[in-house]
């Protein structure tokens, strides 16, 4: 089943400052407003780990937030999957104690979980319903291990030596990670990169998935994507911070669209460019250059087919059950792609209209609020 979405026209402004992936997009005023939780991050050790590729890590420890009621962990329980530049910290907003606690790179974040608008204490995603766990993806750097955390061999950061992970990867470290917090089974969501750990979450382990939503990614990371990647991971080999600020500046352009820059600066065209200087230059002071290598590695060699057949039969073996859900501005995963994905699984499509690209799934709260009301609603567990 195909349906269509369109987005509101938003009741106040963007702001352009911190209007792009993670950042605080405003779409009207007060959009935040309300949340109440007061999160406080946690980290799970879950031991020794061996990639796909057969690198050892002596220990892995994973960072974590979780919200809801205890007594919803084993009966409601929703995993969501962060995307390329994401953290743990998905809803709500920091106490002070906790904030001052974090690194540097967390506190650049922001205080303000990146779906809050989203995810908390009913919103569409009712942390007073379902018991919600968001964890930050190894080889990232906002907690779990990554390259800045010491390599037990040396004493020093891992830096760019650091293990290369895959998707699936990430799929065993969450299928640990479910098993250290007790829960049989969960509901997985993900939007871009964690879509597409949702959706090999689904493939990998059916019995430990009640329901997938999968927005805005695809079955393999193709040659358009790839190639955004390639030249940034180049741009970082020249020179870390400077590249690391051009491969942003690069990546904003995939996450946005032509008509959302044109509604936005039409009439005075050279604010494009700053823009994107900009969100470069403002990206250095709260990611790293390894962590950006090794997450855009994995999501290059995403592949649900590799190893397992033509990738009409392995989608139609998909067996929970699973939303598709496409962004019909979205340069970087077009929804022609999202689309042919969930026709080929059988699967249900929904299609959102927005101007935003990429990013729309993380700035039209309202459609995107209504499709996960949706999904919760169509996947009892």
Same mark, same amino acid.
């Given at each position: ?12 402004? %963007?702001?352009?400052? +911190?209007?792009?992936?993670? /950042? ?10 309300? /949340? ?6 946690? =980290? ?19 960072? @974590? ?15 969501? #999957?962060? /995307? %390329? ?13 906790? &904030?001052?606690? %974090? ?15 989203? #995810? ?11 018991? @919600?766990?968001?964890?930050? $993806? ?14 037990? !061999? ?7 030596? &650091?293990?290369? &992970?895959?998707? *699936? +990867? ?63 991971? !180049? ?8 590249? %690391?600020?051009?491969? *942003? ?26 823009? @994107? ?6 990206? #250095?002071? *709260? ?9 855009? !590695?994995?999501?290059?060699?995403? +592949? ?9 039969? #392995? ?12 962004? =019909?501005? +979205? ?7 999202? *689309? ?11 299609? $959102? ?22 999904? $919760? ?5």
């Amino acid at each position: 089943m195909t349906q269509k979405r369109p987005a509101p026209k938003a009741k106040g402004t %963007l702001d352009a400052d +911190d209007w792009g992936e993670y /950042a605080t997009a405003v779409a009207g005023p007060g959009a935040a407003a309300g /949340a109440t939780l007061r999160p406080r991050p946690r =980290d799970v050790e879950l031991g020794p780990f061996v990639t796909e590729r057969g690198a050892t890590l002596p220990e892995l420890n994973v960072r @974590v937030e979780a919200y809801g009621p205890e007594g919803a962990r084993r009966s409601n329980a929703v995993v969501v #999957v962060h /995307a %390329l530049t994401g953290s743990a910290h998905l809803a709500g907003v920091y106490d002070d104690e906790t &904030f001052q606690q %974090l690194s540097p790179l967390e506190r650049a974040f922001g205080p303000r979980g990146w779906w809050d608008a989203v #995810v908390g204490p009913g919103k569409p995603l009712d942390t007073e319903r379902f018991f @919600v766990v968001c964890a930050n $993806l190894p080889g990232s750097c906002y907690g779990s291990t990554g390259p800045l955390s010491p390599n037990p !061999e040396t004493g020093r950061p891992y830096g760019f030596g &650091f293990p290369r &992970f895959s998707v *699936r +990867d990430w799929v065993r470290v969450h299928l640990q990670l479910l098993d250290a917090l007790g829960i049989d089974q969960a509901r997985v969501i993900g939007g871009s990169l964690g879509g597409m750990v949702a959706l090999e979450f689904a493939l990998m382990a059916p019995d430990r998935v009640a329901g997938a939503l999968v927005i805005a990614a695809p079955a393999r990371h193709g040659p358009w994507a790839r190639a955004f990647n390639r030249l940034a991971r !180049e741009a970082i080999a020249l020179d870390p911070k400077r590249g %690391l600020a051009l491969a *942003r500046g690069l990546a904003m352009l995939s996450y946005r669209s032509p008509q959302s820059f044109e509604e936005r600066w039409g009439h005075e065209p050279a604010r494009g460019e700053t823009y @994107v200087l900009h969100h470069g230059q403002k990206f #250095v002071r *709260r990611f790293d250059a390894a962590s950006y290598v090794v997450l855009s !590695e994995a999501m290059d060699g995403h +592949d649900v087919a590799r190893g397992r057949g033509p990738l009409p039969q #392995v989608l139609r073996g998909l067996k929970p059950p699973t939303l598709f859900v496409g962004l =019909d501005s +979205d340069v970087l995963y077009p929804s022609w792609e999202v *689309r042919e994905v969930a026709r080929l699984a059988g699967a249900d499509y929904v299609e $959102l209209t927005s101007p935003h690209g990429h990013d729309a799934f993380l700035i039209e709260h309202e459609p995107m609020g209504q499709i996960v009301r949706d999904f $919760l609603s169509a996947t009892p567990a």
